[in-house]
């Protein structure tokens, strides 16, 4: 059954760190793109980051670059969101989506084929 499992999330002060587990069974993940996204109350579910199957291709929301760092580790099937200087406006539920090869980074949360229940990042002091 493919699965996606994050991890990771929790209340953090203002300019503090987090770093987000996103953990993949079921499914060759190897062959996936894996993206992040974000949802605030209210708002529009919003792409964080994304890596290809490979690394080789790595996109951020311009309000996070800089500051977050995705990574993957295929042999372990798992992706990494480290989130440094965190601020209030970084406060969502988290998610993490995967979408099948050929399918590029993209923000665009339609066309991710598979998501986590999500975890939650409170960033408050």
């Known amino acids: 059954q493919l699965q996606l499992v994050e991890s990771g999330g929790g209340l953090v002060q203002p300019g503090g760190s987090l770093r987000l587990s996103c953990e993949a069974s079921?499914?060759?993940?190897?062959?996936?793109?894996i993206g992040w996204f974000r949802q605030a109350p209210g708002k529009e579910r919003e792409g964080v980051s994304c890596?290809?199957?490979?690394?080789?291709?790595?996109k951020y929301a311009d309000s996070v670059k800089g500051r977050f760092t995705i990574s993957r580790d295929n042999a372990k099937n798992m992706v990494y969101l480290q989130m440094n200087s965190l601020k209030p406006d970084d406060t969502a539920l988290y998610y993490c989506?995967?979408?099948?090869?050929?399918?590029?980074?993209?923000?665009?949360?339609?066309?991710?084929?598979?998501w986590g229940q999500g975890t939650q990042v409170t960033v408050s002091s």
């Open positions: 890596i290809r199957k490979s690394g080789g291709i790595i």
């Open positions: 989506a995967a979408r099948r090869f050929p399918g590029d980074c993209s923000p665009d949360p339609t066309l991710y084929d598979h």
């Open positions: 079921g499914f060759s993940f190897d062959y996936y793109t």
